[in-house]
């Protein structure tokens, strides 16, 4: 049972416009939240984080929102760039047990020139 | 600075036989994290080690699976015998304290059982 859903495989947008991926999850206890971003052949790596205490965190061209009553985050990219180009993962900290991450299944964003 | 290593970075193996994934951590980390990335359930935490303890194996699909971490700079993850549908790419990841904050992660081990 997937406990960080990305539902949306795959996502292309035009350089210059804004990128929203999605991220949803079940369990209340999540406290912590990441995105990382993975190109082909490489292990991810750390993009952006927001913990529960906040609704929005900016990094540069990276935002990322915080709906803890929808239990829903997003990353907004803007402006798109091509080398933005990756698979982009959410993570979110379970409480309940040893602290450990869960992973969503990945969102493919292709960046159009 | 030298991240995590991963070895081999490529394996290709047949059903039945032994498999064993290489971790070097970074340095003065004492988290090490294995993950399995798959389609269908994206990157999924196996086993969780902090000062070379198992934390956390309750993501071990079953008994051929196996993990170790001897000392702070090394861990294997095993798979005996390995079966087609353990074919994914292999991840290990390091950090520092428990679990808040960013994990680093290796390029991944790719492993393809025939």
């Known amino acids: 049972d997937q406990q960080v859903k990305q539902n949306s495989p795959s996502l292309s947008v035009q350089e210059g416009r804004i990128s929203i991926l999605n991220c949803d999850y079940t369990n209340s206890m999540f406290d912590y939240f990441l995105w990382y971003k993975k190109y082909p052949a490489e292990g991810p790596t750390f993009l952006i984080s927001?913990?529960?205490?906040?609704d929005k965190n900016e990094d540069g061209r990276f935002t990322v929102f915080l709906n803890k009553s929808a239990k829903h985050l997003s990353l907004h990219i803007v402006p798109s760039q091509p080398g933005d180009s990756a698979v982009y993962f959410c993570?979110?900290?379970?409480?309940?047990?040893?602290?450990?991450?869960?992973f969503g299944t990945g969102t493919r964003l292709k960046v159009l020139a | 600075d030298a991240g995590v290593i991963q070895s081999p970075r490529h394996e290709v193996t047949e059903m039945g036989q032994e498999v064993t994934l290489r971790c070097k951590p970074i340095?003065?980390?004492?988290?090490l994290f294995w993950y399995r990335q798959t389609m269908m359930r994206g990157l999924e935490l196996l086993i969780y080690?902090?000062?070379?303890?198992?934390?956390?194996d309750s993501g071990m699909p079953e008994d051929r699976f196996s993990a170790k971490m001897p000392n702070a700079s090394f861990s294997t993850l095993k798979i005996q015998p390995s079966e087609p549908r353990d074919s994914a790419v292999y991840f290990c990841a390091s950090t520092v304290g428990t679990s808040l904050g960013e994990q680093f992660f290796g390029p991944g081990t790719r492993l393809t059982v025939l």
């Open positions: 927001i913990s529960s205490i906040k």
């Open positions: 340095s003065g980390h004492n988290s």
């Open positions: 080690f902090n000062n070379n303890v198992p934390i956390d």
């Open positions: 993570a979110a900290r379970d409480t309940s047990g040893t602290y450990k991450y869960i």
